[in-house]
């Protein structure tokens, strides 16, 4: 498919999902981190014409990560009217929580806590604004390597772009015409004080991994297995327990 055909697949399958919505008008509401996928993730939401409120919250942000999600916030106004904007900083709540939690200190618990606390805002504005929340994560991150407490996406109503390698995400904001200093940026989740990037974290690059995904005889498969099988949990249905007889 097209690259421009999936721009419009995409589009338009987030209009027909929020279609099927009783309660109508829908909006969209997404958390901005200054990445690639939350910028293309947004632009396509503000594409379907539907009111799209997009929020950037910093929690104790690296200036650089942040002055990206204020430039793509300012390139969405310009772009779309149906755009509404905000930012919301979370030091005080995310401080006021780790104080909260201090006996219970641990620093991944805690990278992690900063995108709750972003899903969180994400759906207050969304219950005010009869919106729906939605995802940044991609292919690689959902179904690859379980790598998507992202920025806000600890839970989401729709994730568009499932289906769509980083690769992918890449050439979709190419052909948005996304800023491209936001497409060249090193993909990060934005939860850790040092500015670690993704692929740090994984130890592998983006590529690679869907080197990986697509052939098992890669040299980069048993890392790639080694990660997953670490998070698969994550890509699960959550287990239920059945009681037979009842």
Not at 10 to 17: A, E, H, S
Not at 97 to 116: P, T
Not at 182 to 211: C, F, H, M, V
């Amino acid at each position: 498919m097209l690259v421009s055909d999936k721009v419009d697949f995409i589009t338009n399958w987030i209009l027909n999902y929020t279609l099927k919505i009783p309660a109508q008008p829908v909006a969209l509401v997404i958390g901005i981190s200054g990445g690639v996928d939350s910028a293309v993730s947004s632009t396509l939401s503000a594409k379907t014409g539907l009111k799209t409120i997009a929020v950037s919250m910093p929690i104790k942000q690296n200036p650089k990560q942040h002055d990206l999600s204020i430039k793509h916030l300012r390139w969405l106004e310009k772009n779309f009217s149906n755009v509404t904007t905000s930012v919301i900083n979370l030091d005080n709540v995310f401080e006021s929580f780790k104080e909260l939690m201090n006996s219970f200190d641990n620093e991944l618990a805690f990278a992690n806590s900063r995108s709750r606390l972003r899903m969180i805002t994400l759906y207050q504005i969304a219950q005010y604004s009869n919106g729906i929340v939605v995802g940044t994560g991609n292919k690689i991150e959902d179904f690859g390597v379980g790598f998507f407490t992202k920025y806000g996406d600890g839970g989401v109503d729709i994730s568009p772009l499932a289906d769509c390698t980083k690769t992918d995400v890449w050439k979709i904001a190419e052909e948005l015409n996304i800023l491209k200093d936001i497409i060249d940026a090193p993909p990060t989740d934005g939860l850790w004080e040092d500015s670690r990037n993704d692929e740090t974290q994984l130890g592998l690059t983006y590529k690679q991994i869907e080197e990986a995904m697509e052939n098992s005889d890669s040299q980069y498969f048993k890392k790639y297995n080694e990660i997953r099988k670490k998070n698969l949990h994550k890509m699960l249905p959550i287990p239920v327990c059945e009681i037979k007889d009842k």
